[in-house]
């Protein structure tokens, strides 16, 4: 089985710019979240999806938006790039909503720089 | 708040010698506690978790951790390090009162196996 795959694997962008990520779950998987990973740190939540909806929520901007498919793929939205954006964007899919003892599968991440 | 700490930013152990990585975490309520790794150019993958019941914990690759709770830690242990065992090591928590899955992940930690 396929695990979860991101896409694009790389990017470059420029300040002020918008971008978009994409993540395609485990099949199966109806739930979705997002996480940024700046170099050094540990990954930081930004969203949670489940059926569509979103569950969570991080410490983060209105600059960053996401939403679920039908197909419960997942596209992150970020707007208005700053340098401090520059991370690696990392989705991770899960088979149950409140089933929060299940562990989640990472993708291999999305880089993103901003120059 | 949750939060978790890992106050070892590298650990360095020679091959074939026992290992522990450190974690402690804070939670509100009664914690779910996982273990996953990281190697380079690539998303998180999970070890074990914790859940509820027997204190020691058995996952992948021969890796165990122990949960004390009057501690308030999920130490990461293997009896027989690997050069391969080389890695990012995230310890990460989520509080079972609060649903969803906002996950905090500890800033890492990266082990040195010497050879």
């Known amino acids: 089985d396929a695990g979860v795959t991101q896409s694009p694997t790389h990017l470059i962008k420029t300040r002020g710019q918008q971008v978009t990520l994409r993540c395609s779950p485990i099949s199966g998987h109806k739930s979705v979240s997002w996480y940024q990973q700046v170099l050094g740190q540990g990954p930081q939540f930004i969203f949670q999806y489940y059926e569509k909806e979103e569950r969570g929520r991080g410490n983060f901007p209105d600059r960053f938006s996401a939403r679920q498919f039908p197909n419960y793929s997942s596209e992150l939205n970020v707007n208005a790039l700053l340098l401090g954006d520059s991370a690696l964007y990392l989705c991770?899919?899960?088979?149950?909503?409140?089933?929060?003892?299940?562990?989640?599968?990472f993708g291999d991440g999305t880089r993103l720089s901003i120059l | 708040a949750q939060s978790v700490a890992q106050p070892e930013d590298q650990v360095n152990v020679a091959e074939g010698n026992p290992l522990t990585v450190k974690c402690t975490y804070s939670v509100s309520g009664n914690p779910y506690l996982f273990w996953y790794v990281q190697y380079p150019n690539r998303g998180l993958q999970f070890l074990l978790k914790?859940?509820?019941?027997?204190?020691l914990v058995k996952g992948s690759y021969g890796f165990e951790a122990e949960f004390n709770k009057s501690q308030t830690s999920f130490h990461l242990k293997k009896p027989s390090a690997l050069v391969s065992d080389s890695a990012l090591y995230f310890c990460a928590v989520r509080d079972k009162n609060t649903g969803g899955f906002k996950t905090i992940f500890g800033a890492g930690t990266r082990l040195f196996v010497k050879a």
């Open positions: 991770a899919s899960s088979p149950a909503d409140r089933g929060v003892n299940q562990p989640q599968h």
């Open positions: 914790y859940i509820t019941g027997d204190n």
